[in-house]
C-alpha cells in the first residue's frame, strides 16, 4: 500500500486546498450578500398619485452643426418690381385718378399693404396716404394708392405713362 498511501496523501492536499479556498469565496459571497441586502431594504416603491405619466424633461443640447446646411442666404424674392405688377389704365380707374388723387395699380397677390406702399415709394418716389386692396374675381389683387395731398395723382400717371 505505499504507492495507495501517496495517493491518499496527495488527494487529502488537494481536499484542503479546495475547502480553504472554497471558505475564503464563502465570505466574500455573505459580505458581498449582506452588503446587498443593505442598500436594497431602504428602497421603497414611489406613490403615482395622478394617472398620466409626463414624459421627464431631458437636457436638450444647442446646435452645434459640423457645415452650414446652406451655403448662402437667401434673397428676398418680394421684391418691388414683383410686387407693383402693373397699372389699371381702366375708365373707373382714370375717374379715381381725377377725382379722389389715386392711383390704381396690380399687384402680386402675396404682397401685403405695407410691402405695396414701400414698392411705389422707391418705383415712383410718391408718398402714399392709404392703401387699399381687393381681389378680383379673376384673382387678381388691386391696389388702390391715395397719395398724399402734396402729390398729383395726374402728374404721377403722366410721369409713368398712364395717360
Avoid: C, W
Wanted: without cysteine; aromatic residues 4%.
Amino acid at each position: 500500500g505505499g504507492a495507495s498511501g501517496g495517493e491518499e496523501r496527495a488527494a487529502q492536499a488537494t481536499r484542503q486546498q479546495h475547502t480553504g479556498a472554497m471558505a475564503g469565496k464563502d465570505t466574500k459571497a455573505k459580505a458581498a450578500a449582506n452588503a446587498q441586502r443593505g442598500s436594497n431594504s431602504s428602497k421603497k416603491v414611489k406613490v403615482r398619485t395622478s394617472p398620466h405619466f409626463y414624459r421627464p424633461k431631458t437636457k436638450v443640447q444647442k446646435r452645434n452643426p459640423k457645415y452650414a446646411r446652406v451655403s448662402v442666404p437667401g434673397l428676398n424674392k418680394m421684391d418691388k418690381f414683383r410686387i407693383v405688377r402693373f397699372p389699371l389704365t381702366t375708365e373707373s380707374a382714370m375717374k379715381k385718378i381725377e377725382d379722389n388723387n389715386t392711383l390704381v395699380f396690380i399687384v402680386d397677390v402675396l404682397s401685403n399693404k405695407r410691402q405695396i406702399k414701400s414698392a411705389v415709394r422707391d418705383l415712383y418716389g410718391i408718398e402714399a396716404l392709404k392703401v387699399n386692396t381687393l381681389i378680383r374675381p379673376d384673382g387678381q389683387k388691386k391696389a388702390y394708392i391715395k397719395l398724399k395731398p402734396d402729390h398729383d395723382a395726374l402728374d404721377v400717371a403722366n410721369r409713368i405713362g398712364i395717360i
